[in-house]
T-cell receptor
């Protein structure tokens, strides 16, 4: 079954603390994974994709096929990082499967 | 480029009425996706359309829900005889459909059934 699991509904940290948003997937093929973000009152937008191995706004995510994970990390959280984060798996045929999302709250 | 447009942003319907949600994809995009987000849940895929074709409707409820993407005009998600359980945020996304996986999302329509 194709599934994306984000175990935490809410992650609350203080400014400057490290952040790790967890994402695990279940997929029989070679996975293509993404992180989408939704800031308050804004639309969902792509944050980063594993295939490009990029760092966006200080966030990185490494695909670990052994652990079937694609955790999103940032060493020092900022208040403006507060948002809803969705992990997504591309399952072919132009289709994405999303996790349930994790709300990140960064306090001053 | 104005991005993906959805209207209305908020829609209130009484039980038994019909709801029509519209989505205009980004310019140059020919692929449209509809997702539903129920309270406390993630985004659930509903349907994937190209112009005048339904490609994948595996996430659509079997009854009362239909979608179209005509040659001209926006994509429409229609919900007939709405029930309270249809209350949700409905998001539309579009993509150019040529190679890239990225989907561009609209602001969503929040449907409330009273």
């Amino acid at each position: 079954a194709q599934r994306v699991t984000q175990p935490e509904k809410l992650l609350s940290v203080f400014k400057g603390a490290p952040v790790e948003l967890k994402c695990n997937y279940s997929y029989s093929g070679s996975p293509e994974l993404f992180w989408y973000v939704q800031y308050s009152r804004q639309r969902l937008q792509l944050l980063l994709r594993h295939i490009s191995r990029e760092s966006i706004k200080g966030f990185t995510a490494d695909l670990n096929k052994g652990e079937t994970s694609f955790h999103l990390k940032k060493p020092f959280a900022q208040e403006e990082d507060s948002a809803m984060y969705y992990c997504a798996l591309y399952t072919g045929f132009q289709k994405l499967v999303f996790g349930t999302g994790t709300r990140l709250l960064v306090s001053p | 480029n104005a991005g993906v447009m959805q209207n209305p942003r908020h829609l209130v319907r009484r039980r038994g009425q019909e709801a029509r949600l519209r989505c205009s994809p980004m310019k140059g995009h020919s692929h449209v996706y509809w997702y539903r987000q129920l309270p406390e849940e993630g985004l659930k895929f509903m349907v994937y359309l190209q112009k005048e074709n339904i490609i994948d409707e595996s996430g659509m409820p079997k009854e009362r829900f239909s979608a179209e993407f005509p040659k001209e005009g926006p994509s429409i998600l229609r919900i007939q005889q709405v029930v309270r359980g249809d209350s949700a945020a409905y998001f539309c996304a579009s993509s150019p459909g040529t190679g890239g996986y990225e989907q561009y999302f609209g602001p969503g329509t929040r449907l409330t059934v009273t």
